[in-house]
């Protein structure tokens, strides 16, 4: 198995941040690739961030209402 950084993805060009407000996913959750793993929001949307890859949620950076800019980890998966 290996570990995935599930990063903050570009969800619109001129958004370089956005909010956490919900993990859908807690640690040692199963996680399908393409299911959601939490929400963010910013001033433009709001929207649920799948995962990359099938897994096991082993850490998260961040608690909700933390703001996170894009390109940052927030979870990592093993895979």
């Avoid at 993990?23 to 399908?32: F, G, H, L, P």
């Avoid at 910013?42 to 961030?49: I, P, R």
């Avoid at 799948?50 to 800019?69: A, Q, R, Y």
Wanted: aromatic share 6%; no cysteine.
């Amino acid at each position: 198995m290996s570990k995935f950084e599930l990063k903050l993805p570009q969800m619109v060009e001129s958004v370089a941040e956005a909010t956490l407000t919900t993990w859908i996913k807690e640690y040692a959750d199963s996680i399908e690739a393409e299911e959601p793993e939490f929400e963010i929001a910013t001033d433009k949307l709001d929207s649920e961030v799948p995962s990359d890859v099938d897994g096991v949620l082993l850490e998260t950076s961040f608690e909700v209402d933390d703001v996170i800019k894009v390109g940052q980890t927030l979870a990592v998966i093993d895979n």
